[in-house]
């Protein structure tokens, strides 16, 4: 079933869940990676029988130890789930001790900004988002979007396709070319073919549905970050459902208007966006999708003889049931619009994992200097790309 084209003045997202159940294989794991995943099945209340019988299938690198077994239960872990990690313990008695996990380091001590330059900055960041789109420059780059499902509800990953595109950014406007499936040709494919799941809103309508005032959103200040290598504002706030735009859609038959929530990452120096979620708030129960989650990350980046901040890499998911999906979308290679403008349309490696991740905080010492709006740093965190 095809999916209707993008439309950069609508925030979608659309799942079609068809892609065909996978039989997992022995997953090797080490004992910090285990216990991450118990704790995120606690965490986000997953079944234990199931839990359980996907622990069946782990093979640990290292010795798991009884008392890890007894924290993971006071934690919250499910009787079916504590017998197999006995199972576990007790297959892995000869083998060498576990690495200790890395120490979480101390977070430094730095004062919120007041109230008065909160709401200063809240303003300042409410304009830039609102003439993002206006701002940019005609563009070309590559659009690769790693397509994932998981049948279990569980998170063990099964990736279905890659899916490697020309993105043509010409008067504010998006166009698509899909050029390679897989890493194989993808002749006489149009974007509008590719099923699965889809998102839009990337180049500047995520950003101004949250920011413009009929939206009535409500900010509050949270927390100093590291995002990337830079020091952040990070802002939590909400959209009722009355003053939302965004639309969830299923399958083309059914679709609601969410109200939604999420932060928003501020850069401390230039007071542009470095990153947004939006995660999906009040669905009905009967609608199918119930979940529905974006990140959007953002980065400097040159184009001719000017710095932009542009998407580098968004990340969909969203659950039907047990079925989740989860797209990671990256936008490499950005070159200025025109005939000169050559891209080499292979599929680039991944950026790492942890992209989207906040980092230790920077200490008091490296406060950055004021602010100057408009006017990115040339500092790049980044690897090339």
Known sequence: MALPPFHPARVAFLVLFAFPLMVHAQLKLTVNQLVSFVESSIRLKHDDKRVAEYLKKVKLTERLEDRMVEVLMGKGAGPYTIQALRALASESAGLPKAAPPPPKPASAVIPPPSEKEQREIIEAVREYALNYTRRLPDFICTQVTRRYFDPSGLELWQRADVITERLTYFEQREEYK????????????????????????????????????????????????????????????????????????????????????????????????????????????????????????????????????LPLRAEVRMREGRNLVKNEVEFRMYRKFGAEAVIKFDTPDALPEDILQEQPLLPSSSTPPAATPGQPSPVRTLPPR
Do not use: M
């Open 178 to 309: 899909v050029v390679l499936i897989n890493n194989s040709p993808a002749e006489g494919v149009s974007h509008d073919q590719l099923g699965g799941a889809t998102s839009s809103g990337e180049f500047g309508t995520l950003l101004k549905e949250v920011f413009e005032p009929e939206s009535e959103t409500s900010f509050r200040w949270e927390r100093w970050a590291t995002l990337r290598g830079r020091r952040a504002h990070v802002y939590s706030y909400q959209v009722a459902q009355p003053r939302s735009k965004w639309r969830i859609e299923y399958q083309k038959t059914l679709s609601i208007i969410a109200g939604y929530r999420g932060l928003v990452y501020v850069d401390a120096q230039t007071l542009t966006v470095l990153q947004i979620t939006l995660e999906a708030v009040d669905i009905p129960p009967t609608f199918p999708i119930q979940q529905a989650k974006t990140t959007l990350a953002y980065d400097f980046v040159q184009i001719g003889d000017q710095q932009h901040v």
